[in-house]
């Protein structure tokens, strides 16, 4: 079974000032990582993933995260955040095939100008 | 495409009533899932499916019932409601591996059960 733990539920940060939002999980076997952002009063979207391969995976709107397999990290960041970026973020872990995606508690990410 | 869809987005009910949340997707997508969203505690697998006629229990799978007719359609229903049960619902969707099973989700239902 896997889990998700990320330890932040609130991260308030200035507009432009960079943000890093923590998340960890454990697992017993291969997985895939995913960020999910929601708006406010909106789904959830796909920000970003890593199956395989170069272990930096980007979003198209200048987020990034970085699997570390040694540390068990998927850690979020963005070298300077937008008002738009205020919503909050969701980690979530597979194992590989069809599973269930456990998701942590989220982060709400607060950018005041 | 109008990707996945749920209805209705607000409802309110009364202890012990029943009801069905609807699910739909026009994606051909084999995997069907249904979250709950309450504050501080993510999003918690309630019944998923791998396809038409196969369904199977998540995280808290009690109060609630599921099937799956079509590759389309996954309705939640509630037997009783209970207050326990308010919280946003979730829809997702997921397909096969050339999309490395990536979850889509509809806008969410609002339940509130007083």
């Known amino acids: 079974a896997q889990s998700v733990t990320q330890l932040d539920s609130q991260v308030p940060v200035f507009e432009e000032a960079p943000v890093e939002l923590r998340c960890n999980y454990s697992s017993s076997v291969s997985v895939y990582l995913f960020w999910y952002v929601q708006y406010p009063n909106q789904g959830l979207q796909l920000l970003l993933k890593?199956?395989?391969?170069?272990?930096l995976v980007e979003s198209i709107n200048g987020f990034e995260a970085e699997f570390n397999k040694s540390q068990t990290s998927f850690h979020l960041r963005k070298p300077s955040v937008h008002i738009s970026d205020t919503a909050e973020y969701f980690c979530?872990?597979?194992?590989?095939?069809?599973?269930?995606?456990?998701f942590g508690t989220g982060t709400r990410l607060l950018v005041s100008p | 495409n109008a990707g996945v869809t749920q209805t209705p987005k607000f409802q309110v009910l009364k202890t012990g009533q029943s009801m069905t949340l609807q699910c739909a997707q026009d994606m051909n997508h084999e995997y069907m899932s249904w979250y709950r969203q309450d504050p501080g505690m993510g999003l918690r697998l309630i019944h998923y499916?791998?396809?038409?006629?196969?369904?199977d229990q998540g995280e808290v799978p009690n109060g609630y019932n599921v099937s799956r007719s079509t590759t389309e359609d996954f309705p939640l229903r509630l037997l009783s409601a209970a207050p326990s049960q308010t919280s946003v619902y979730f829809c997702?969707?997921?397909?096969?591996?050339?999309?490395?099973?990536?979850?889509?989700f509809g806008p969410g239902t609002r339940l509130t059960v007083t």
């Open positions: 997702a969707s997921s397909g096969d591996t050339s999309s490395s099973y990536e979850q889509y």
């Open positions: 979530a872990v597979r194992g590989t095939g069809f599973q269930k995606l456990v």
């Open positions: 890593y199956l395989s391969g170069s272990t």
């Open positions: 499916s791998v396809g038409a006629g196969i369904t």
